[in-house]
C-alpha cells in the first residue's frame, strides 16, 4: 500500500520533470508559423518580419505558412489542433476575436483552445479609394452611398474580418448602405481598387501606405480615434461619423496546453526580438505600434476583444453568419 501511495504523490512530480524536459530540448526541429492570409497582407509581412529574428535566436528556422481563408479561420483551426509542443505557432489578427462574434460557431473556442504568448502590434485600418477617382472625401462616400443606396463596393479579406467588420460599423454609424466584397487577403484588393472593379477599401497601412505615398490611393481616413502617426495627415473616420473608433492588432499563440516553460520563453524571445531597433522600426514603418504583453495580458485582451465584437455585432444588428 504504501509503494502504491508513493507512486501516486510521485507522478505528478515526474510528469512535471517530463514537461520541463520537453521544454529544455525544445525547440528541436523547425517550427512553423501560420496565418490565415494572402501573401503581401498585413499579417504576411508582419510574420515575416518577427520571424527571422526569432529564427536566430532560437536556433531553429521559423517558416512562415499561409492557409488562407474563411476570415483567418482556417489557420486558427489548423493551429487549435496542432500538437501542442511548440513547433507550430500562430500570428492571429483582430479578425480573431471577430470571428468569435460574427459567427455561430466555430470549430475551435477562441479563448480555450490557444496559448497566448504576446501582442506583437496594434494598427488602425484606412478607407481608401483610387486617387483619379470621384469620391474626394468620406463626406462625399457617405453623400454618394445615400444618392445609391449598396450601389458602392468595399473590399476586405474575408468574410467575418476585422476589415469586413470595420466597414459594416461605418455604414451603419453613418446610416448607409456599402456593398461588401470579400477576397482572401494580400494585395488582389488593392488591384482591384486600382483598375475600378471595387471603390473603396478597408484596409492596414501595411497594404495601403506604398500606393497612397505614390498617389494611386487616396485615404479618405483613419480608423483610429486621433490621427496615426505613419499617415499624420490622414483625418479620423470619426470627424465624419462622431464616435467611430476600430484599432486592431496582432499577437503570437500557440495551441493550448503547450508547455508553460515553452510559452514563457517564447514570450521572452519575442520581446527582445520586438526591442531590436531595425525590427521595431520595419513594424513602425507598416503602420503598426509595437504592444508586447505577458500571455496572461494577450489572453484578457483577445478575450475583451470578443465580447467588444460581439457587442457591435449586435448593436449594428448584422446577421451572424
Known sequence: MQNIRR?????????????????????????????GFGAGGNADVIARVIAAPLS?????????????????????????????????????????????AMYRSLRFDPVED???????????????????????????????????PGGLTFSSVGVGSTQHLTGELLAQMAGIRLTHVPYRG???????????????????????????????????GITSAAPWPALPEVPP???????????????????ARTPAAVVERLNGELRAALAQPAVRERLEGLGTQVSPTSPEGMRRFVSAEVARWTEVVARAGIERQ
Open 7 to 35: 507512486g501516486l504523490i510521485a507522478a505528478p512530480f515526474l510528469a512535471g520533470l517530463t514537461r520541463a524536459a520537453r521544454a529544455q530540448s525544445w525547440p528541436d526541429r523547425p517550427i512553423t508559423l501560420v496565418h
Open 56 to 100: 536566430e535566436s532560437l536556433g531553429r528556422p521559423v517558416v512562415v505558412e499561409a492557409r488562407t481563408g474563411a476570415g483567418g479561420n482556417i489557420a486558427s483551426e489548423y493551429a487549435a489542433r496542432a500538437t501542442p509542443d511548440g513547433h507550430t505557432l500562430i500570428l492571429l489578427t483582430g479578425g480573431h476575436a471577430v470571428s468569435a
Open 114 to 148: 490557444f496559448a497566448f504568448v504576446s501582442l506583437v502590434s496594434v494598427f488602425p485600418f484606412v478607407v481608401a479609394t483610387r486617387a483619379d477617382g470621384p469620391i474626394r472625401s468620406l463626406a462625399e462616400l457617405i453623400a454618394a452611398a445615400r444618392r445609391d
Open 186 to 220: 494580400g494585395t488582389q484588393p488593392l488591384t482591384d481598387l486600382l483598375s475600378g472593379r471595387i471603390d473603396v477599401m478597408v484596409d492596414s497601412v501595411t497594404v495601403t501606405g506604398a500606393a497612397i505615398a505614390a498617389d494611386k490611393l487616396r485615404a479618405l
Open 237 to 255: 473616420v470619426a470627424a465624419a461619423v462622431p464616435g467611430f473608433e476600430v484599432v486592431s492588432w496582432v499577437g503570437l499563440a500557440a495551441s
